[in-house]
Structures are given as C-alpha cells and as structure tokens.
C-alpha cells in the first residue's frame, strides 16, 4: 500500500519550511547542558535563542538509525520493531480521570485503574505497547518512577514512559533495569522508550531538555513529543502547525545525534488543535488525523521511526463518535506509515481512560493493522486457473482449497467482538457493541493472568521504590 | 466631532485593529474629549460589543483576545491622562503557572477574559516557584490568586501553594482558584482551592461568583 498526504513538491516544501525556522527563529532552552551541546557542535546563539545551520542538521540526520526494536519483559514473546511502519498500538498516558466499568460514571484515576488498565491490555492481542493513567492515591513527588513500576508488574509488555520531571529519570531508569536483567540487558533489548515533551512554540524548557540528554546518556530510545495546539500555540494552518511542530521534533532529534550519534530515536508528532470557543484542547477528527498523517511522512521523508496519536476524540463516552473519531485519527497516519498509534482506551481528548474504549480500540486496531498489511498480488492470490476449473465444471468457490487454505491463512478479516450474526440470534440479547466491550473487559480482567516479574526484580523494585520516596522527599 | 471619534475608538476595538485604536484615541485626546469618555464610551463600549458577539456565538476566541489587546492599547494611550480619575474594576487578580510548568496558553486567556470583564490582572507569568506566590500575594494584595498547572507531575504545587498561604496566615484574605488540563472539581476540594474552572470562560463567572458580584 502506498498513500502520500503531500506530493514531492510539497514535502520538500514542508522540510525546506522547517530548515527555515530551526536556522531563522530557532530554540530556546533553560538547560545549559542542552544549550552546551548545541553551541559546541556548531549552533549558534542570537537574542537568547539557539539557532541551527544546515549543516549541524544534515549531520545529525545521516546517523539516526532508521529502525530498532522493543520488546517485552520476561513472560512477553512481543517484539515491536520500530521503522517498519507496522502501526502498533498503545494505551493513553496520564489521563486523570477513568469510566469506572461497574458504574459507568468518571471519576479519579487510582493505582488500581493503573493496574487495571495495564492488565487489560495485556490481555488484549491487538493492544502492543503500555503507557500508565494518572493516578492520585502515589507519593506525587516519585509519580512516574511508581507508575512504571506498577506497570511492570501488571504487564509483561514494552512500556512508553513520559518523563515529565527529570530528577525522577535515575530511579525509573533504574526500576526499567532491575526488570530486564540489569543495565547492559536493558540497552540491549530496550523494554521501553521514555518520551520528553519540549513545549510549543520552540521552547526546549529546563526538565524536557535535562531528560533529553539523560535518556540518550543511558543508552535507551528517546522519543519527542511537543504537542501544539492549532491556533493557540501554533499556527492555525496545517502546513504552518506541522512544519514549526517539525521543527521542534527535529530540533530535538539533532541534539540526540550530536550528544551520541547513532542512538535511537522516535518523532512522536501529536499536532492538537483548540475549540475557538472554550478554549479546549482538542484531540478531534478531523484535523487531528490529518496533522498525523502529514506529520507521519515527514518522519518517513527522514527515515525515522514515528508514532502519533490516533485513538483519540472529543466524544465522552464509548459510544458511536468514539468509534468514528478514533478509527479515522488512527486509520489516516496508517496508511500513510507509522509505527505506533497511541491513546488507546482514551475519551475526552485524552483525559478520561475508558476500560470498554480500550476493547474497541483493541478492535480497531486489528482491523487497521489488517488493512495496511496491503494485498498480495500473485498467480496464487489471482487464482486464474481456479477461476478456470470453476468455470468449466460448474461448481462454487466454496468447494475448492484455494478458498479454505486463504481463509484458514487470513483472507478474512475477523472482528474481536464487532457483531456479524442474523439479525435473529443477535435479537436474543440484543447487545450493542458498548456493551459487549464492557462485558469483555470484566471477563478478562477476572481471568487473565500477567506473567510476574522474577521475584528478585520485584524485591529490587521495592527498593529502588523505597530509596526514591526518601531521597526525594528529603529535597 | 467627539461622537464620531468616539464611535470610530469603538468600532476599532470591535476590529480588534490595535492601530486604529492607538490612531482614534490619539485623535480623540487631541481633540479635546475626556479620556474617562473615551474609555467608558469608547474602549469599554467597544469590548462590551466582543463580549456580546462572543456570547450569541459570531465571535470566537482570537476576536476576544485581538479585542482585548486593542483596548488596552487604547487604555495605554490615555492611561497617563487619567491620574485623578481612578479606573474602576471589579476586582484585583493575580494568576501564575506554578514552578517546574512552562505552559502558558490557558492562564493567558483567562487573563484576557478576566480583563476584557473589568478585572484588573496581574501575570505572574510561567515556572513561578510557590514562595513568589505568597510574597505576592503579601505585595500586591489581590483579592483572588489563580495558580495553573498542566503536567501531571506540577498539579502537586497547586496544593503546596494554598498550604504556604495557610501556614502564613494569608489564607482567609484572598481566594484561590486552580485550572488545568489534569485539574478537577474534586482536586480543588481535596486541597482547599475555592474554586474551579473547566475553561478559560468559566473563570469570569467563578472570579464574579467569589467576590459576590451578580
């Protein structure tokens, strides 16, 4: 399958767009180390902002490496091989609010909706990568190092964190090591990457850009993840949002490669846009979707790994809009090529994390991940002669074993829960697909059973727990 | 003459055309009219007209605010003028991002909104460590403090705020309200703000709301 959002002409319009505004209006940074590495390698600083040349660009380009992997902790066969374009998905970070399952009604994230969350996505096959709810009931001043503690231990899955603060980043680093077998087997086999978002328009802050240099520092991926508002905090264009977005993204990527050329990394574009009205931020259809897609193949243009933000809508409960929203966020930067599709599970513009949602998505992303596995064209899958021998003896297609042995290899796609029955045996319960996502997620949230860290990761988890809480609250 | 200068202020600000209303109230003080006429006939008049457009939905957002930065363009012309005649506002409001959180764009539209109602604002501006909210609030007085935050990881200072007020004995001189993305009514409860939000629009009722006026 090949879709393009922008023609040729177009895309080299877009980066030559965002080599304007790195090298014109540039960056700017609270972080002396960031600003340190930029300005020794060749940037330039100007009325306090650090502009790029296209040659510091160029370089760093040609070392980020066009793909590597992720995979699970012990107890997870899953390997996510990033810059294959495969369109994973991903649970929504840091919603602070979820739909509780028995009443319906939102209410605060808890440490359980955590575990709950990270469980039911285990569960889930078409659900492949873990980012934690908000819960408010943890020590706030160690948050991220407890949430991806908690899930580690409720999902043997690959994890994306979002390193919000950098003074937690030792300790989560630390909590990532104890569960894939040490420091060295963490670089290795990666079992998480840590995303820092810088802030829009083309301020690097002070913790997004310690965190930068850190994770790079560790060894272990680093993904970008600015998040401008059309409008408010980027040009209400499309061309414009994604091309300062871009530049942002870019601007971020070059420092990783001059700080260590080589180390892995992921532009994680999520261009939102505000309703004019109130002010909201929104994760809608369908400007969100295309800002993905047009943002995904400029990621493509630079042969580096990318995820976006597809499962995503303004809609407050899982219901038709939901489904709407979400399968075209998601589906339109899919087909044009990316590797992770995150906030599965999520409602209200990313800020509530619905349990019968996540099942939906689970859906969806089946179905996407179907659709751009394209269609093999072959003698086989053309069937000529299969044609022929139909033709000539009368018989139906259902008899042959070219349609058993494509069937039985996938020809058709099977939905996880969306119905296909008679119209009379769907009327003896007449269940609607909310409904039946929500009964799927109380069965396996009573049933599935997540593979346990070792029990001497758990114990060195506790520590690393107990020595950040202390060490942190003592500051 | 004055009416037509006048008219021209307020139709400027409905513009949102900050040079115009620089152009019109230069020419209106140059002509002789009061500068407390040409901000309560002109400037006030002209917001008040966005303000409607606003409400019966033909004016968005960026009208508000280009409307608002008119005005105070107006307002900056005429304001060394008015020395003996004292604005009247509804009431003084201090409002800040709290430390470790460099997000902004909310709390600058509920600066516009509070001002383009008649509130006077002071912006303590993004990354503003919890002390500096209370020498503030011990300097300038206000009579409501807003504190934003949008990470996950910086909600946490809202509650550290009130608590500094608290063990400084400034708590019961000035209400506190909270905004924020990850930010809920029950989060307010659970640390004593007196109030909350859920958009920028909802600031003014609160504002007005706190201090008991209809």
Redesign the interface.
């Known amino acids: 399958m090949d879709f393009e959002f922008f023609n040729e002409t177009e895309l080299e319009q877009m980066h030559r767009a965002t080599v304007e505004i790195l090298t014109k209006i540039g960056i700017s940074t609270l972080s002396d180390r960031l600003k340190g590495l930029l300005l020794d390698n060749g940037c330039k600083e100007q009325g306090g902002r650090i502009l790029f040349t296209e040659e510091v660009i160029e370089k760093a380009l040609k070392t980020v490496p066009s793909n590597f992997n992720l995979y699970g902790r012990n107890g997870c066969e899953l390997v996510i091989e990033m810059g294959k374009q495969k369109a994973y998905a991903q649970t929504c970070v840091g919603a602070p609010s979820v739909i509780d399952l028995e009443t319906e009604e939102k209410r605060d994230a808890t440490l359980k909706d955590l575990e709950d969350f990270a469980k039911l996505a285990d569960a889930l096959e078409n659900i492949h990568l873990i980012s934690p709810v908000f819960p408010r009931d943890v020590p706030q001043e160690i948050i991220v190092t407890s949430e991806t503690a908690a899930t580690l231990r409720y999902s043997s899955k690959p994890q994306r964190i979002c390193a919000e603060s950098s003074h937690e980043l030792p300790y989560i680093i630390e909590v990532l090591a104890a569960a894939a077998g040490g420091m060295e087997a963490l670089r290795q086999r990666p079992i998480a990457y840590i995303e820092v978002s810088t802030i829009s328009p083309l301020n690097s802050g002070f913790h997004p850009a310690e965190a930068l240099i850190d994770i790079v520092e560790a060894g272990i991926p680093l993904g970008i993840v600015p998040c401008p508002m059309m409008g408010a905090t980027g040009p209400v264009t499309l061309a414009g949002c994604v091309a300062q977005h871009n530049a942002e993204i870019l601007s971020s990527v070059v420092a990783s490669q001059l700080l260590k050329p080589g180390a892995p990394v992921v532009m994680s574009p999520r261009v939102t846009f505000m309703d004019m009205k109130t002010g909201l931020g929104l994760w809608a259809m369908p400007e969100q979707g295309l800002a993905a897609a047009a943002s995904a193949q400029l990621a493509k243009y630079y042969n580096i790994p990318s995820t976006v933000t597809g499962y995503s809508g303004a809609a407050k409960v899982a219901d038709i809009q939901s489904g709407y929203e979400h399968l075209y966020n998601a589906l339109l930067p899919a087909l044009i090529g990316t590797d992770i599709i995150a906030a599965a599970g999520s409602l209200d513009n990313c800020l509530i994390s619905c349990y019968a949602m996540l099942v939906i998505d689970d859906e969806l992303s089946s179905v996407i991940r179907h659709t751009i596995a394209g269609c093999e064209v072959s003698e086989d899958t053309l069937a000529i002669d299969v044609i022929e021998e139909i033709v000539k003896t009368n018989e139906a297609f259902l008899g042959h074993k070219h349609t058993r042995k494509h069937l039985r290899a996938g020809a058709f796609w099977k939905p996880p829960i969306g119905d296909r029955s008679t119209y009379d045996s769907w009327a003896v319960n007449k269940m609607k697909l909310e409904d039946k996502a929500r009964q799927k997620a109380k069965e396996l949230l009573a049933t599935h059973e997540v593979v346990p860290l070792s029990p001497e990761a758990d114990a060195e988890i506790d520590e690393i727990l107990k020595k950040a809480l202390k060490e942190s609250t003592n500051n | 003459m004055s009416q037509e200068l006048l008219k021209n202020v307020l139709e400027a600000v409905v513009d949102g055309d900050v040079e115009a209303v620089t152009e019109f109230t230069e020419k209106a003080v140059a002509a002789g009219v009061k500068p407390l006429e040409i901000l309560n006939e002109g400037l006030v008049k002209g917001i008040e007209v966005v303000g409607e457009r606003f409400a019966e939905?033909d004016y968005?957002?960026?009208d508000l605010i280009l409307g608002a930065k008119a005005m105070d363009a107006g307002i900056s012309v005429i304001e060394p003028l008015l020395t003996s005649e004292k604005r009247d506002f509804l009431g003084k409001v201090m409002i800040g991002t709290v430390e470790?959180d460099?997000?902004d764009?909310?709390k600058n539209?509920v600066i516009m909104m509070l001002k383009s109602n008649g509130f006077e604002v002071f912006d303590l501006g993004v990354?503003v460590p919890s002390k500096v909210f209370v020498d503030k609030v011990k300097e300038l007085k206000p009579q409501i403090v807003g504190i934003s935050a949008l990470?996950?990881?910086?909600?946490?200072k809202q509650k550290e705020i009130i608590e500094l007020l608290q063990e400084e004995g400034l708590r019961d001189q000035v209400k506190v309200i909270i905004g924020g993305?990850?930010?809920?009514q029950?989060?307010a409860d659970k640390i004593g703000a007196d109030g909350y939000g859920e958009?920028?629009?909802s600031a003014v009722a609160l504002c007005k709301n706190l201090l008991g006026i209809k």
Do not use: K, Q, S, Y
């Open positions: 939905g968005f957002l960026p470790g460099l997000h764009i909310g539209i990354d990470l996950t990881t910086t909600v946490n993305a990850p930010i809920n029950a989060w958009d920028a629009l």
